[in-house]
């Protein structure tokens, strides 16, 4: 089984609509974190949280929200989606004794707004 | 602006050649990067990393290399293999923040 998983892994909706994309981990990690993918601008970071009750904005926060429900899961909410929001998705973990840095990603949602 | 970019956004090259793949950043406060390979329809998994203390890491295939004074790293793969066909994205992090930034990826394709 993946150790993080992300649901949907596709999803086309409308502008306007409220749209959540969830993420659960299995290894353990106090850190999660939420990027967007576009073509020639690599991974830039919407939102993390380094614990249940720590939620911070990252490079591009403006039109997402997110909550931690538990240390394993951490969902992002499009309040009111615009189509400039579709992209590709990643959840990630990273873990807070490690000096490393090194984070491990989900498999990816794509969204596309319509 | 970007503060980490690969300039090339595609490479290609013969199997059992070298691959150099680029990357330059310019916020002399991070001191730690790492490399990230994703295929499609998967996420980024971690390849290989370095410390600013160092100027270079091994591990198998894949070698970085960092010159800090010319805020420039490179990811050097030999021999290369049909299978290292992937985006490959360079990451940098500043006193050990766990907060990542990375450039725009580098698809590099492998020819039989």
């Known amino acids: 089984d993946a150790d993080v998983t992300q649901t949907p892994r596709n999803r086309i909706t409308k502008t306007g609509k409220r749209i959540m994309l969830e993420c659960s981990q299995t290894?353990?990690?106090?850190?999660m974190y939420w990027y967007r993918q576009d073509p020639g601008l690599g991974l830039r970071l919407i939102y993390y949280?380094?614990?249940?009750?720590?939620?911070n904005k990252g490079e591009i926060s403006d039109g997402y929200s997110v909550s931690r429900q538990a240390q394993a899961k951490f969902s992002l909410s499009l309040e009111s989606a615009i189509p400039n929001q579709t992209a590709l998705y990643f959840c990630?973990?990273?873990?807070?004794?490690?000096?490393?840095?090194?984070?491990?990603f989900g498999p990816g949602t794509r969204l596309t707004v319509l | 602006d970007q503060q980490v970019k690969q300039n090339s956004p595609s490479l290609s090259v013969q199997e059992g050649r070298i691959s150099i793949l680029n990357c330059d950043y310019t916020?002399?406060?991070?001191?730690?990067f790492l490399w990230y390979k994703k295929y499609p329809a998967e996420g980024p998994t971690f390849l290989i990393s370095?410390?600013?203390?160092?100027d270079k890491n091994e591990d198998g295939r894949f070698t970085v290399f960092l010159n800090k004074s010319a805020k420039h790293l490179s990811l050097h793969i030999v021999p290369s293999q049909p299978g290292d066909s992937a985006v490959y994205f360079c990451?940098?992090?500043?006193?050990?923040?766990?907060?990542?930034?990375f450039g725009g990826g580098t698809r590099l394709m492998v020819k039989p």
């Open positions: 990630a973990t990273g873990l807070t004794s490690q000096h490393s840095d090194t984070q491990y």
């Open positions: 290894k353990g990690h106090d850190r």
């Open positions: 949280s380094f614990d249940v009750k720590d939620i």
């Open positions: 916020n002399s406060m991070f001191d730690y």
């Open positions: 370095i410390s600013s203390i160092k």
């Open positions: 990451a940098a992090s500043e006193n050990a923040g766990n907060m990542l930034t």
